[in-house]
């Protein structure tokens, strides 16, 4: 498929294609291991990986996992035992950690009930240790059903823009207790005409702008009915700093939910349907002229699509 | 086929298995970027993947790669250039590597020449920004042959013991400069009956006791055959601590040379072949008894496998 999509597929014959994506999570970025149970964020890693496979409309297989483990503190507690002295140099967040061995366990602890969920195994991995901080980089294997991967470029002027569940906020915890749309993806599919998907992993605005580009169009938005989750307003009253709770469901990353183009006659039959035990909602139409736009007091304005720069 | 191999083996109908390993290289343990050209960093991390590959006798179809960059070192040089004053706090390496976008090119411009050699594409990643050291994390896949992936577990007693190239002091630049034994392996596979393999990251000794473990029985060598380079007797030199060149043989890492198996008449057949570019080597026999062995002074003695642990 070249770049651009979330998950690279490979022509396996007649047997499904081969779709593959890879997710790389640091300490410092992607988590903050002295905050959070490293349960927490081996699930986030796999889900991650899961999220794309979604967005592609692809049945995970196997994932395999790379970690590169903090190394030299000991003898370590996993979180919620009692903290222990930590060995020399070690950084408060490596000891809560505890040792690299428990470390890797309490990562596995959190991927395993995640991929016996969605009925696949953790096919391998390599295990390393360095003087650096965690990294755990996974990579998921899919196939894709006999209707073939969905893409990003598949959109067209006239087609519904539709999205999964609400946005916003994620940052309260949502970014880690998120589940990826794969059974939602899998099911519309199979039952409905989409065009193109993404997941939304880098805020509403930006992927849905990396999903219209890539289809060689441009996307109008109607504001009122973007659903906002209710972390996007705790997050914009906690933060205080005026940026609104829309705001917040357009541009804050780690939402992953699905974004969906679907012609209008079938957008009406999937939202009338509603097959899915969450919300779908219709949130505006593809346009031809490139960019985000929305109304502003009747008037067509370009939004600019701000989300999380990786 | 469960923990144990090279990769994971993954079933994908009529259509050949689908093959996936992935190694996770980080600076300061598998390469350091202040003393070596990012391009040979890149390079040797395919390589690394496509030696796993090797070992199963699988053909590489596509590779994914994952980066944690170090951030904010600017302008920076490629190494070559001439040098420049480096951003506040970077270290020389990072600053010598220059930017996170100039680095990543680099590593592309040694892993893409690899690709294009073996005639896969590298179809997807995931690159990132950090404050930690560079990582780079790769997985590969591959496809089987008809005649399915060669395994670990498929040497008995009584089956000689074969190795292609020389082994020892691969420190010394080899372990960057090596060539993965892809064609090798495909060739051996497809025109004779080869029982087991595994490529030598750890060391020789150590790679031929996981062989011999996972086939459910043991190695005896005969030390006056094994094949040492030249680069091992370099080092003996150049450490004089008394290891001597056949240690370094037995025991240094990263040769990613195969060790193979096969029954005694199919190897005096391979051998009498000689159908690579490369010599092929028989170095002893496996036998019943579990463990490494060698004769001393015409005794069967013991040998502790040796070799790098992760």
């Known amino acids: 498929l070249g770049i651009g999509d979330d998950a690279a597929v490979l022509d396996w014959g007649r047997a499904g294609d081969c779709v593959v994506t890879v997710d790389l999570l ?3 970025v992607d988590f903050e291991l002295e905050r959070v149970d490293p349960r927490r964020v081996g699930r986030k890693a796999i889900a991650v ?19 590169a483990l903090p190394r030299g ?16 140099g070690c950084l408060p967040g490596e000891a809560r950690a505890g040792s690299g061995l428990q470390l890797a366990e309490a990562i596995y602890e959190g991927m395993l009930p995640v991929a016996e969920e969605f009925g696949f195994p953790i096919a391998g991995g390599d295990t390393n240790t360095w003087e650096g901080k965690l990294v755990i ?11 073939g991967p969905l893409c990003r470029s598949g959109a067209r002027p006239g087609m519904r823009i539709l999205v999964t569940g609400q946005f916003g906020g994620s940052i309260l915890g949502h970014h880690f207790d998120f589940q990826p749309r794969v059974r939602e993806a899998l099911l519309l599919h199979e039952r409905y005409d989409v065009a193109a998907a993404v997941d939304v992993s ?33 997050l914009a009253r906690l933060r205080g700093d005026g940026v609104s709770p829309l705001e917040h469901a357009l541009a804050d990353g780690e939402d992953f939910e699905l974004i969906l183009a679907a012609g209008p ?41 701000r989300g999380f720069e990786h």
């Open 73 to 88: 503190c000991e003898p370590g507690r996993l979180p919620g035992e009692a903290t222990s002295n930590s060995g020399p």
């Open 202 to 234: 880098d805020g509403l605005s930006a992927d849905l702008d990396k999903l219209a580009t890539e289809s060689g169009c441009g996307a109008l938005l109607d504001l009122q009915r973007i659903p906002i989750a209710p972390a996007a307003a705790e």
């Open 26 to 28: 640091t300490d410092g």
């Open 265 to 305: 006659d079938e957008a009406s039959r999937i939202l009338a349907d509603a097959p899915l035990d969450i919300p779908i909602t219709d949130i505006g139409q593809f346009v031809s002229e490139p960019g985000i736009w929305c109304y502003d007091e009747g008037e067509r304005v370009a939004m600019k699509p």
């Open 137 to 147: 980089c996974i990579t998921a294997i899919g196939r894709t059903s006999r209707r």
């Open 49 to 67: 990986n899961l999220s794309d496979l979604a967005a592609m409309a692809s049945q995970p297989v196997a994932a395999v996992v790379a970690l």
